[in-house]
């Protein structure tokens, strides 16, 4: 069994930064991709960024684009998100999550194990 555990989550200012992680556990994390995704109150859940399991390439959804970066220490099964320049609407709780192969995309129905996510709240 996987699982996910993020961290780094808070309150904020808008123009700060945070920064996010999400340990796996298991011997097989770095050959998965891993995501992050966020869901809003009232909202669904969206993608924000994924990364390929050797860290090569990785997409984000175009509203963070620019500000956060996602990144992967394979040797520690740690999943990063950078987040600056954070705005008020970025406010959410956001989610980690493995893919199910090597290089994944947006589309949540492709990642297998999620973590309880880590409450981001920027104020205005």
């Known amino acids: 069994q996987v699982q996910l555990v993020e961290s780094g989550g808070g309150l904020v200012q808008a123009g700060a930064s945070l920064r996010l992680s999400c340990t796996a556990s298991?011997?097989?994390?770095?050959?998965?991709?891993m995501g992050w995704f966020r869901q809003a109150p009232g909202k669904e859940r969206v993608f924000v960024a994924t990364?390929?399991?050797?860290?090569?390439?990785?997409v984000y959804a175009d509203s963070v684009k620019g500000r956060f970066t996602i990144s992967r220490d394979n040797a520690k099964n740690t999943v990063y998100l950078q987040m600056n320049s954070l705005k008020p609407k970025d406010t959410a709780v956001y989610y980690c999550?493995?893919?199910?192969?090597?290089?994944?995309?947006?589309?949540?129905?492709?990642?297998?194990?999620w973590g309880q996510g880590t409450q981001v709240t920027v104020s205005s």
């Open positions: 999550a493995r893919g199910a192969t090597a290089v994944t995309g947006p589309n949540s129905r492709d990642y297998t194990y």
């Open positions: 298991g011997r097989t994390f770095s050959i998965y991709a």
């Open positions: 990364i390929t399991w050797t860290g090569e390439t990785t």
